[in-house]
């Protein structure tokens, strides 16, 4: 057996990139409820004292964005009186919303069905899924993800007293070949209150949060646990680190266990395919291990800027799968449309809460379209024709 040590990590909502990428998809929520046709491209900057927003929104009607940002900020646990709220954005690129509302391929008076949209951007989306977990997820990324939740509800419920918003953790799992055996290595980062004991502190977590995240994966008696091993942790958020929308596109993603196009997703509307496209990605791949045609699945979609149709597309089941990558390229080309009018449609992407997917990732929840196996009768019979 081949001995390995993968790691992933998770932040909390109060972290301060996780708190750029919930106010930037609460502005494009509030975009979406008033003009589902509305284009968003936000990003946001937080820092001591000062949240910035900009980028382009088109919206038939005005968005108060600032009410937005105060709403978030005292949701997550920060006052909104201590921080100026710049906002600098401007209506999007008519350049490429050309591109986007009249594709190539219309362009060129090739008409199909969901052809007359092109893509948002160019780039290559990633989607992957596995059998290590039920969320077919990475095992690390999943008990990160765990963690860093239940130190939010532990706050907010008041289960732990003296944590503040801000907060991390990171889990390294032991692999026998891809079987994960036990955990190596957990590591928690959480602000907290002058006044707390770095002993309080550590029992506190280890009692209201660890036990219960590792309830179906327990770490055992050599497992190093790490609880602010910097020290003490008073000065968090904002005021000690920057933040800003998309650092965090492994957590939102597979924790860095998958490929990534470098793409993000929070703030963006789904005319933009560094969002829609990853979510179609996940969507085929999780399809394609449900289906138990792999025990690994990793899927790439490229495409280029006002165009419709995927440049590229390619799946790789890493030697697990049950049939050839090929006849899973194929098949798969035959049951999902890849087309950015038609994801949309499908995984209903203009009335998605997009807020629920900014913090925790983005694969976090059965309720997520992109995450259902509707398609599962289509992509059997269509490997089983093409596999013949």
């Not at 026998?176 to 770095?198: A, F, G, L, Y």
């Not at 005021?239 to 939102?252: E, P």
């Not at 790439?300 to 090929?326: H, L, M, Q």
């Amino acid at each position: 057996m081949s001995k390995r040590y993968l790691t992933a990590e998770s932040v909390c909502a109060g972290h301060p990139d996780k708190l750029c990428d919930i106010i930037a998809d609460n502005i494009l929520d509030e975009c979406f409820r008033r003009d589902k046709a509305s284009r968003v491209a936000c990003e946001v900057m937080a820092t001591k004292g000062k949240i910035i927003v900009a980028g382009e929104i088109s919206c038939s009607e005005k968005i108060d964005i600032r009410s937005i940002v105060k709403n978030v900020l005292k949701e997550l646990g920060y006052n909104p009186l201590k921080f100026l709220i710049y906002v600098y954005v401007h209506n999007q690129s008519s350049d490429i919303a050309a591109g986007v509302n009249t594709a190539l391929e219309a362009r060129n008076g090739i008409n199909e069905q969901y052809g007359s949209i092109g893509a948002g951007d160019q780039g290559s989306m990633y989607g992957y899924a596995t059998k290590e977990t039920r969320e077919m997820l990475p095992l690390p990324l999943v008990l990160s993800h765990r963690i860093v939740k239940r130190l939010d509800e532990a706050r907010k419920g008041k289960l732990i007293k003296g944590i503040l918003p801000d907060g991390k953790a990171q889990v390294t799992i032991e692999y026998n070949d891809d079987v994960p055996v036990r955990v190596k290595t957990i590591v928690v980062s959480v602000q907290h209150e002058k006044n707390k004991t770095q002993e309080e502190l550590k029992s506190d977590i280890l009692n209201n949060v660890l036990w219960q995240c590792f309830e179906d994966f327990p770490f055992d008696d050599e497992t190093e646990i790490l609880i602010n091993p910097s020290g003490q942790f008073v000065l968090g958020g904002p005021a000690a680190d920057t933040g800003l929308t998309g650092r965090k596109i492994m957590v939102d993603t597979y924790g860095g266990l998958a490929s990534h196009g470098g793409g993000a997703l929070c703030g963006k509307d789904p005319t933009k395919v560094d969002r829609s496209g990853a979510y179609m990605a996940r969507y085929i791949a999780k399809h394609i291990v449900w289906c138990d045609l792999a025990e690994k699945c990793e899927v790439a979609i490229s495409y280029a800027i006002g165009k419709a149709n995927p440049v590229a597309f390619s799946i790789n089941t890493f030697g697990t799968g049950t049939v050839s990558d090929e006849v899973l390229t194929i098949a798969a080309q035959e049951v999902f449309n890849l087309r950015p009018a038609a994801i949309i449609e499908k995984l209903r992407l203009r009335n998605i809460h997009y807020s629920d997917t900014a913090v925790y990732g983005h694969f976090n929840s059965c309720l997520f379209p992109w995450e259902d196996v509707n398609k599962y009768s289509e992509l059997k019979e269509a490997v089983e024709k093409y596999a013949d």
